[in-house]
């Protein structure tokens, strides 16, 4: 019937898949302790097992060992981990007792042997056999590799541990043992180490995208995103359409400040599912990283249209207005991010911040007092913010002492700036050259931002002496933090104050910050100002 040839069918691919997982170990074994290669093994059992076919593997070997014997040790040998294969272990152990009478002291049939006293539960034998072995110096890494496959069936991991290092270490280029060596590392929660090894199993396993992952989302997780990136690579080499790993890379180039990069990994993740609400909300974070204040909202929009009170979306999505100056579209949603979490600090510090931008000093020094005092791990952010505040609603000391505490607790240079500007607009000139002469900041960026501002105050205030030495410091910086160019800094205001500059000092204010945003090279800088 049509039943009975279904069911004869799948029994046929139930027998296939069988024997090939038992083809696989055998194999594996034979690599190990052969003394050639196993392609020099008799056509038979060759043929037989590469169409996974183990019983025809076995009754070759039997055939090439009843007309050569036991002198042909290689033979022998893969006749009696055959046996082993079947569980036929006192038969192999025969095989392997008469093979030893030729070729006594041999390392590869000793180590059959040993596998044979596991496979009957005979550790004790196994273990003292194995303990001798180790203390030849004529194991090779691939034996190693195989004895430390042993001990690890009788459940000593520690000893299986120390050989599988052993054999990688000295040049074993096995996969498997990276990889078991890896898993049991791991097991024992030595992640770097476990990292290390699955990273080896997969360059050992160039093609294999399933190890490329794992051993990339390990790195990931132990701080090495440089090697996870190339991980994730070389992943995707195999598997390009995978979203969530393109995902991850993007996460990785990211965490690494490679944003140009990050958003290409995070377009290709929306491309393959634009319903990934996730990576709209990430695309958002870097676009604005990256600068691109109306690109960054479109993706936080994008991420609210799938779920319209996705928290983190909706702060984005006010930093972003903020960034393209829509001041009332950031006012808006800053109070729905607010209601629907108060208790959230990124949400009431975004309503603060917004308040700001709208001249609500009040409003916001309220928010930002009650965040100061809230311990929170940001307290340099919220003192720099509490700090300008400070100063636009006229409590000018206390700006002081908050930004000095913000400075020490390694503020944002952006508040540093903010407070610049604020001090220029409120306070004069003076004021704000000499903050700007002491201000610091460990950010690199700041080197060359820092003389920016300080030479349109300068020139502003009528001061060449003072303008040409914030001059001389940004040219001296130039070389320093010549990696970190062109700057993603929003400079929209001090672009503005430079319209007021003489035609001299704006050529030269036009010639710095054409260097930090990338529209000419830090070498051309002389020739700009001259």
């Not at 009843?66 to 009696?80: H, I, K, M, N, T």
């Not at 192999?92 to 093979?99: H, P, T």
């Not at 996969?175 to 890896?182: F, G, I, K, S, V």
């Not at 070389?234 to 969530?244: F, G, K, N, V």
């Amino acid at each position: 019937s049509e039943m009975t040839t279904v069911d004869e069918d799948v029994m046929a691919i139930k027998e296939g898949f069988e024997d090939a997982v038992e083809v696989t170990p055998v194999v594996m074994t034979l690599e190990a302790v052969l003394s050639g290669a196993i392609e020099d093994l008799p056509r038979g059992i060759l043929r037989a097992l590469e169409a996974d076919d183990y019983s025809g593997a076995l009754a070759a070997a039997n055939q090439a060992y009843s007309s050569r014997g036991p002198e042909d040790r290689d033979v022998a040998l893969a006749y009696a981990v055959l046996l082993v294969g079947r569980h036929l272990v006192d038969e192999a152990r025969g095989v392997l007792r008469r093979a030893l009478k030729h070729h006594a002291q041999d390392v590869g049939l000793q180590l059959a042997q040993c596998e044979a006293l596991v496979m009957e539960g005979n550790f004790e034998s196994a273990l003292d056999l194995l303990d001798g072995l180790r203390a030849v110096s004529t194991l090779e890494p691939r034996h190693m590799g195989f004895v430390g496959d042993l001990y690890l069936d009788m459940d000593r991991v520690e000893e299986a541990v120390d050989c599988y290092r052993q054999a990688l270490d000295r040049g074993l280029e096995s996969p498997e043992t990276a990889y078991r060596l890896a898993l049991l590392l791991e097991d024992e929660d030595e992640l770097a180490a476990a990292a290390h090894y699955l990273e080896m199993a997969a360059r050992f396993a160039a093609y294999n995208a399933t190890l490329w992952e794992m051993a990339a989302e390990l790195l990931y997780e132990v701080g090495r995103v440089d090697d996870a990136v190339v991980a994730y690579e070389q992943m995707l080499e195999h598997r390009p359409y995978d979203p969530q790993a393109w995902f991850m890379l993007g996460l990785s180039y990211w965490y690494l400040d490679h944003f140009a990069d990050a958003a290409v990994a995070f377009e290709k993740v929306l491309e393959l599912n634009p319903r990934h609400r996730v990576a709209w909300r990430q695309l958002g974070q870097t676009y604005l990283s990256m600068g691109h204040g109306e690109k960054g909202l479109n993706a936080f929009r994008r991420a609210l249209d799938l779920d319209g009170e996705d928290l983190e979306a909706l702060n984005g999505a006010v930093r972003a207005a903020v960034e393209i100056g829509d001041v009332e579209l950031a006012a808006r949603w800053a109070e729905k991010a607010a209601q629907l979490a108060p208790e959230d600090r990124d949400s009431q510090y975004n309503l603060a911040v917004v308040s700001l931008s709208l001249g609500r000093a009040e409003k916001a020094l309220e928010v930002l007092r009650q965040l100061v005092s809230s311990g929170d791990g940001r307290l340099g952010t919220y003192l720099g913010t509490l700090a300008v505040a400070e100063l636009m609603a006229g409590y000018v000391d206390e700006a002081f002492e908050h930004i000095g505490e913000a400075q020490r607790r390694d503020v944002e240079p952006q508040w540093l700036a903010a407070f610049a500007e604020e001090l220029l607009r409120s306070q004069g000139t003076d004021e704000a050259i000499e903050f700007l002469e002491r201000a610091d900041s460990n950010d690199g960026r700041w080197a060359l931002v820092r003389p920016l501002m300080g030479f349109v105050c300068s020139a502003l205030g009528g001061d060449e002496e003072r303008g040409g030495k914030f001059v001389e410091q940004f040219r001296a910086h130039l070389d320093e933090v010549e990696e970190l160019l062109p700057l993603f800094w929003d400079l929209e205001n001090w672009e503005a104050m430079a319209f007021r500059l003489e035609r001299r000092f704006e050529r030269t204010f036009d010639a710095m910050l054409d260097v930090l945003e990338g529209r000419c090279d830090p070498e051309e800088f002389d020739s700009l100002v001259e």
